[in-house]
């Protein structure tokens, strides 16, 4: 009952939030410049919250989430331009594809811990970036032209479903033993909790709201290349994770939101951008060790319903 | 209840366990005593499921268990309180041992098994709202037992529960363990101080450098002039 008094809180949130950007978009006041930001907020929303179930629920240390983003762009490029699919099928063929990459590398590297398992993941999101770059029909290093596609209702909708089957799965039975495994993995295993399977369903879930993320990010870009999914991407989106606080869904949704709007108003300068977001992380990690929201969740400081705020 | 015959384990080229051999039998306490890396711990993970012995076998209740999955072992009735209690430390008490019935279906006997669990351990009743990682040493032994009973084991596997604990507390730790004994649970202890372990146990086991070199009764055990030299301290 409590549980899906808090599903209408969200839901209803979100159709206000959604409602007052789409009136501003059609009144004029956002021009494409402030919509672009908007979509580009979506995405790095819904990669942060694809990789806190893996870091942050999980406590599986990933650095690889780039290239499960890049799966979904390329697949999902492939279905609208090569095969001529529809955008929305072409949506799920990249977040399938990127679920299917997610278990393959899931499977053989989940059973390494700590910094085994964040050089073997950082290694096969290299390898998937390079297997696209030798790859001519999706136009190696000179990248791959797609038609704009994306809209704000798109981004929009895969944030709210990213959040919701996230959200959800954390406070299910499933969550509860993903989340034992972050605390302690040898006491959830003497405890009969199957922890190689929950370590590989979050990180498949995972990977696939990456690859979802990818396939709206290809489609806003006119173009893709394999050079955009390289480590630094990966590592874009763990500051997300670390920065709004291990292990709290609306923590990492703020700290997207935060830094996509820092970036964009230091877009001209690429430089400054790296270094005041090292100057953010540092001063971050001094003050606040373990994240903006530690392991708490925005409800827990108003008392109703869920999902993080947003500054939109 | 638990016969284990000739089991071998390595940890990489390490030979943890050479061909050992012990048998549980229901309702006893019994007792494994050794030094630091003699294999005991390494042992009660077998049993568990965590490790995989290379060769030999492992009966529990006359089926086979040795490479089995962990979570078909906790089913079957074995749970294991590991090393170091390692309770969940952001979680409250009450889901501590919520997520020790993690197997279990029947939630309302779920919900008796947790006010039996404070029962035995009044102190985790007060506490079942605080998370688990603010309490004490000895609250955490605690815990990590109450959890481990929570699965409703037949056979409790202890890994050092007196570990890093004041005296009295250990005291209370083992009175515990006869209780739960007493209720009808077989337990496999596994412990340093073997003076406190031998007193409690009905049967007992040395173990040294992977090798069982001693096996008897507790009382026999006690008496032994090399126990005595080895664990008991003689004058």
Not at chain 1, 77 to 92: E, K, Y
Not at chain 1, 176 to 194: K, L, Q, T, V, W
Not at chain 2, 84 to 102: C, D, H, I, K, P
């Amino acid at each position: 009952m409590k549980k899906s008094k808090a599903f209408w809180v969200y839901i209803i949130f979100a159709l206000v939030i959604y409602t007052i950007v789409q009136v501003m978009i059609s009144g004029g006041s956002l021009d494409l410049y402030y919509q672009n930001i908007l979509i580009q907020m979506c995405i790095n929303i819904m990669l942060a919250v694809s990789l806190h179930i893996v870091i942050g629920i999980t406590g599986q240390f990933s650095i690889g989430h780039a290239g499960f983003m890049a799966v979904g762009a390329y697949f999902s490029a492939i279905a609208t331009m090569n095969l001529g699919l529809p955008f929305t099928v072409a949506l799920i063929i990249g977040a399938v594809a990127a679920g299917l990459a997610g278990l393959l590398v899931g499977i053989p590297t989940l059973r390494l811990k700590g910094d085994y398992l964040a050089i073997a993941t950082l290694g096969f999101a290299e390898i998937i970036r390079i297997v696209f770059l030798n790859i001519d029909y999706v136009g190696g290093a000179a990248g791959m032209v797609v038609t704009n596609m994306t809209t704000w209702t798109y981004a929009f909708v895969g944030v709210v479903l990213t959040i919701l089957v996230i959200s959800n799965f954390t406070n299910s039975r499933h969550g509860r033993g993903a989340i034992s495994i972050r605390e302690d993995e040898i006491a959830a295993d003497a405890m009969g909790i199957n922890t190689t399977y929950y370590k590989v369903v979050a990180f498949t879930i995972g990977a696939i709201f990456a690859g979802l993320a990818g396939a709206i990010y290809s489609h806003n870009f006119f173009i893709i290349q394999p050079t955009t999914f390289n480590f630094l991407k990966s590592f874009d989106i763990l500051i997300y994770v670390v920065l709004g606080g291990l292990g709290s869904l609306s923590g990492s949704v703020i700290a997207a939101i935060f830094l996509t709007i820092v970036s964009a108003y230091l877009s001209n300068f690429p430089e400054t951008r790296m270094i005041i977001y090292s100057l953010v992380l540092i001063l971050v990690m001094l003050y606040r060790p373990t994240g903006l929201m530690g392991t708490k969740e925005i409800t827990h400081l108003f008392k109703f319903g869920k999902k993080g705020g947003s500054k939109v | 209840m638990l016969k284990v015959n000739n089991i071998d384990v390595f940890y990489g080229n390490i030979h943890a366990l050479k061909d050992v051999s012990i048998e549980v039998k229901e309702s006893e306490i019994v007792t494994l005593i050794g030094a630091n890396g003699a294999g005991k711990s390494t042992l009660l993970k077998t049993l568990s499921g965590l490790l995989k012995p290379k060769s030999g076998t492992i009966s529990y209740l006359s089926q086979q268990i040795n490479g089995k999955q962990a979570q078909s072992i906790v089913k079957s009735g074995i749970s294991h309180v590991p090393e170091g209690r390692r309770v969940f430390s952001n979680m409250t008490v009450e889901e501590n041992l919520e997520l020790g019935a993690y197997l279990r279906k029947d939630r309302d006997s779920i919900k008796k098994d947790i006010a039996n669990v404070y029962e035995l351990f009044p102190i985790l009743g007060e506490r079942r709202k605080q998370q688990s990682g603010t309490l004490s040493g000895g609250e955490q032994q605690m815990l990590a037992m109450g959890r481990a009973l929570m699965a409703k084991p037949k056979l409790l596997l202890l890994d050092e529960p007196s570990m890093g604990l004041a005296p009295l507390i250990v005291k209370q730790i083992f009175e515990i363990i006869q209780m739960v004994n007493q209720q009808g649970t077989t337990v496999l202890l596994v412990e340093q101080n073997a003076n406190m372990a031998l007193s409690i146990a009905d049967r007992a086991y040395v173990i040294e450098t992977g090798k069982i070199v001693l096996s008897g009764t507790a009382k026999e055990l006690q008496e032994s002039e090399q126990v005595k030299a080895a664990y008991l301290g003689a004058l």
